[in-house]
C-alpha cells in the first residue's frame, strides 16, 4: 500500500462500507423484522444509486481517456476495478440474507412468498386471471431479431427474457424480451387463509410465458433488470435554455449506456451470452443473482397492514413546546429564536411559516430556495398563493437536483403561471442552501423573519430524517440573508457577509480557519477542541486541516453517517480524532460543527457535507446559532450523539468500522433518547397549557 493510500480511504470504497453498515441492520436482530425487511431494500436502492452516479462516472471517465487519480491516488480503472469486486460480495450478500435469514423470517410471521410450483388451485386459477385480465393486456413481447435495433428498455425495472426453440438446425432458438416498463405492479396478494401471502410479479410471467407465444416451446423465462447510467451533465456555456436542457437530460437517461445488469441465475449460458449483446455489457457488468432481481421492491412487504408488532413503533412529530399553536409565528420568532429538531419535532412551524406569510396582509415579500420536494408540497402551494395575493415572491428552483428534475420542472412552469419570479438555479452550480425569508411591513419598519434548514423543505423526509430547522429574526442574519440571496439571484459577486458564510465562496475557508484557530490554541497549550457532524467528508484540504490539529493535540469528535475518506487514530496523524458512524431508524441527516474557540463556543448548522461537489460546485450556507439556549441545545445534541454506545460504529484506522460491543454498562441510543425528550417536552407544554386559565374576551366570542 503506498502512503497516500495509509493517509485517505477511496470515496467508493467508503460510500460501500457506508451500504455494508445499512446491510448490517437488515440481520440485526434487534431490529424489528420488517424493519429489517426495508433496511435491505434501502441498500438495493442504494446500490441502483451507486451505479447510476459512481459508477457510471467511472465508466465515462475510462471511455474518455481519464487517468486522473483520486483521493486514495488510484486511477479510474483501478478503483472501477476495486469497486465491482466490492459490489460483487455485496450483492451476494444481499440476496443470500434475503433467502436464507429474512424470508424463512417473514413466513414464520405469517408473511408468505409463493413460487410458481407451491401455488394451491385457488391460487393458481386467480393468478391465472389476473395475468388474463391484466399482465397479458398490458405486457407487450417484443421479438429480438436485431440488438442493435431494439426497443429502448427501461432503468431499474424488470423484463423477463425469453428463449425459444426454433426449427432452424443454424439458429435453434430465437429470443424475445416482455419488458415491464411502468407496469408498477411487482407484488401480487394471493388469497390465503394465512395472514397474508403474494408473489412475485416476473414470477407469474416466467411461469406463463408461453401464452404470449402459443405453438411454440419455451427453453426458459428469466427476469432481469438493468441499470443506465445517470451522471449526466447539462452544458450551461452556451446561454440556452436551461429548463429544456434538463428535460433532454432526464431523456438522455433513459437511453444511456448500462453500467449494471442484475440477471437471475435460472438463466442458462446462451441466455446469458444474448442480454450480454443485446445490452452491450461484459462480465464485469453482470450480476447473477439468487432470488429475486430488483430487492429495492421489497420495500412494500414492510408496509404489508396488519404486522405492526414486527415494525417500529409508530412515532408522530411531537409539536414544539416553543411554539404555541394559537399565536402568530411571526410573533412567536419575534420574542425569541426557535430551534426544531426532526423528526423528533414537528415539520409544521415551517410550514406555518411560509403558509401565514402568504396570507399575512403586512407581508410584502417571500425569498425562498428549493431543492427536493413532495408532489403536493403545501409549501409550494402556499408561495404560489402568495404570489396570488400580490406578494412579491422569488423561489430559486434548482432544476438540476438529481433524480427530481421533473418534478422541479413540473414546479418551476406552476409557480411561473401564479405569478412567482422563478430563477432556475445558477449557472454552473447547484443551489443546495436551504434558506426561506419572509419580509413584513411592521410599525418599527420591515422585519425578516428567516429559515435556515439542514435539510429540504420537504414535509414527508422530514418525518425520517434528522434535522435541524433554526428560525429567527436576528438583524445581523436578515442583512446577509438578504446580501445573498440577491447576489444569487442576481449572478453578482456576493459582498462581504457579515455572519454567514457561502459555497463556493467563504465556505471553506472559514472552515479552515476556525480549524486553525483550535490547531493554534493546543500547540500554545490552551484545549482545542472539536465536534463535527456530517454526512460525508471527502475534502482533502479539510481532511489535511484536520489531521494538523489532531498532531497539534486538539480532541476531534466526528459522527459521519457516510463516506469517510479520512483515518482516524493512526499514530503520528490522527490519534486524537475519533469516528463514528450512527444507522439507525431516522437517517442522520443534520450537519452541525462545534468549535471550543478558548472557551467562546461557535456553532455552526449547514446545508453543506465536507465535499470538494460541496464547496466547489455547489450554493451553500453556513450558519452560526447565535442565540444562547439554541446553541446550548445544538451543543447538547452533538454530545448525545457521540455518546451512542448502542447504534454507533466507530471508525478503525484501516477503514474498517467496529460494531458497538454487544453490551455495555450504560446503554444508549441517541435517538430513542431524542425521542423521550421531545415527548416529555410536549407533554410538559401540554399540562401547562391545561393547567393555565386563559380569559377570552369578546372579540374571541362567537354566535
Not at 444569487?488 to 457579515?498: F, N, P, Y
Not at 460525508?536 to 480532541?555: F, K, N, P, R, T
Request: charged share 25%.
Amino acid at each position: 500500500m503506498s502512503e497516500v493510500e495509509h493517509v485517505y480511504t477511496g470515496r467508493e470504497l467508503s460510500w460501500l462500507e457506508f451500504n455494508q453498515r445499512v446491510l448490517d441492520e437488515a440481520v440485526d436482530p434487534s431490529v424489528p423484522l420488517l424493519e429489517q425487511v426495508r433496511f435491505l431494500a434501502i441498500t438495493a436502492s442504494n446500490l441502483d444509486e451507486f451505479f447510476m452516479v459512481r459508477v457510471g462516472s467511472l465508466l465515462t471517465a475510462i471511455r474518455n481517456g481519464d487517468t486522473g487519480l483520486d483521493l486514495a491516488g488510484q486511477t479510474p480503472m483501478q478503483q472501477l476495478a476495486e469497486v465491482s469486486d466490492r459490489v460483487k460480495k455485496m450483492v451476494a450478500d444481499q440476496h443470500a440474507i434475503y433467502l436464507q435469514s429474512i424470508e424463512p423470517m417473514l413466513t414464520d410471521a405469517g408473511v408468505r412468498r409463493r413460487r410458481a410450483d407451491d401455488l394451491n388451485q385457488d391460487q393458481r386459477d386467480f393468478v391465472e386471471a389476473v395475468f388474463a385480465e391484466q399482465l397479458q393486456a398490458v405486457l407487450t413481447p417484443i421479438a429480438v431479431d436485431d440488438p442493435s435495433r431494439f426497443p429502448l428498455l427501461f432503468g431499474r425495472t424488470v423484463n423477463i427474457a425469453v428463449q425459444i426453440e426454433t426449427q432452424d438446425a443454424e439458429k435453434p432458438f430465437r429470443f424475445a424480451i416482455i419488458p415491464f416498463g411502468k407496469l408498477g405492479i411487482r407484488l401480487i396478494t394471493l388469497p390465503s387463509d394465512r395472514q397474508y401471502e403474494f408473489i412475485f410479479t416476473d414470477d407469474v410471467v416466467c411461469m406463463l410465458a408461453d401464452r404470449f407465444f402459443p405453438g411454440e416451446r419455451i427453453v426458459a423465462a428469466v427476469p432481469f433488470r438493468i441499470t443506465r447510467n445517470a451522471d449526466l451533465t447539462v452544458s450551461e456555456e452556451d446561454g440556452s435554455d436551461l429548463l429544456a436542457e434538463m428535460e433532454d437530460i432526464i431523456d438522455f437517461r433513459k437511453e444511456s449506456f448500462c453500467t449494471c445488469v442484475e440477471v437471475s441465475d435460472l438463466a442458462n449460458s446462451e441466455l446469458i451470452a444474448f442480454m450480454k449483446s443485446l445490452l452491450r455489457v461484459g462480465d464485469r457488468d453482470v450480476y447473477i443473482v439468487a432470488g429475486p432481481v430488483g430487492l429495492s421492491d421489497i420495500a412494500q412487504l414492510a408496509d404489508v397492514s396488519g404486522f405492526e408488532q414486527y415494525r417500529y413503533p409508530a412515532w408522530k412529530p411531537c409539536p414544539s413546546p416553543d411554539v404555541e399553536p394559537a399565536e402568530s409565528l411571526f410573533d412567536t420568532i419575534r420574542n425569541k429564536d426557535l430551534l426544531l429538531y426532526h423528526p423528533y419535532e414537528a415539520f409544521d412551524p415551517v410550514v406555518r411559516l411560509v403558509q401565514e406569510a402568504a396570507d399575512d396582509r403586512d407581508v410584502v415579500a417571500i425569498k425562498q430556495t428549493l431543492y427536493r420536494t413532495t408532489r403536493n408540497s403545501p409549501i409550494v402551494q402556499a408561495l404560489m398563493r402568495a404570489a396570488e395575493n400580490g406578494k412579491n415572491v422569488t423561489v430559486i428552483v434548482e432544476l438540476k437536483a438529481r433524480f427530481d428534475e421533473a418534478r422541479n420542472i413540473e414546479w418551476a412552469r406552476q409557480l411561473e403561471y401564479s405569478g412567482v419570479q422563478v430563477i432556475y438555479g445558477v449557472r454552473g452550480l447547484k443551489t443546495h442552501a436551504k434558506s426561506c425569508i419572509v419580509v413584513r411591513r411592521e410599525p418599527q419598519g420591515f422585519q425578516r423573519y428567516l429559515h435556515f434548514g439542514t435539510g429540504n423543505y420537504n414535509e414527508i423526509s422530514s418525518r425520517f430524517y434528522t434535522d435541524i430547522s433554526y428560525m429567527t429574526c436576528n438583524p445581523e442574519l436578515g442583512n446577509d440573508a438578504i446580501t445573498w440571496f440577491n447576489a444569487v439571484t442576481g449572478a453578482s459577486q456576493i459582498q462581504e457577509l457579515a455572519v454567514l458564510e457561502s459555497a463556493p465562496i467563504g465556505l471553506r475557508e472559514k472552515l479552515l480557519e476556525m480549524i486553525a484557530v483550535e490547531t493554534r490554541r493546543a500547540r500554545n497549550g490552551d484545549r482545542g477542541h472539536m465536534m463535527i457532524k456530517l454526512n460525508s467528508l471527502a475534502d482533502q484540504m479539510l481532511i489535511d486541516a484536520l489531521y494538523e490539529a489532531s498532531q497539534a493535540g486538539v480532541e476531534i469528535q466526528l459522527n459521519v453517517r457516510g463516506i469517510c475518506c479520512l483515518r482516524p487514530g493512526v499514530p503520528g496523524l490522527s490519534e486524537n480524532i475519533t469516528v463514528i458512524s450512527i444507522i439507525d431508524r431516522f437517517l442522520e441527516h443534520a450537519r452541525i460543527m462545534y468549535f471550543y474557540h478558548g472557551g467562546d463556543e461557535r456553532v455552526f448548522i449547514s446545508s453543506a457535507d465536507w465535499m470538494p461537489r460541496n464547496l466547489d460546485r455547489r450554493v451553500e450556507l453556513l450558519v452560526p446559532i447565535q442565540d444562547k439556549a439554541c446553541k446550548r441545545r445544538v451543543i447538547d445534541i452533538m454530545k448525545t450523539c457521540l455518546k451512542d454506545n448502542t447504534r454507533a460504529r466507530r471508525l478503525t484506522p484501516d477503514g474498517s468500522y467496529r460494531p458497538p460491543k454487544s453490551a455495555v454498562a450504560r446503554p444508549t441510543r441517541c435517538q430513542l433518547e431524542f425521542q423521550r425528550r421531545a415527548r416529555e417536552a410536549a407533554d410538559a407544554a401540554a399540562a401547562r397549557t391545561q393547567s393555565t386559565f386563559t380569559p377570552v374576551g369578546p372579540q374571541d366570542q362567537s354566535g
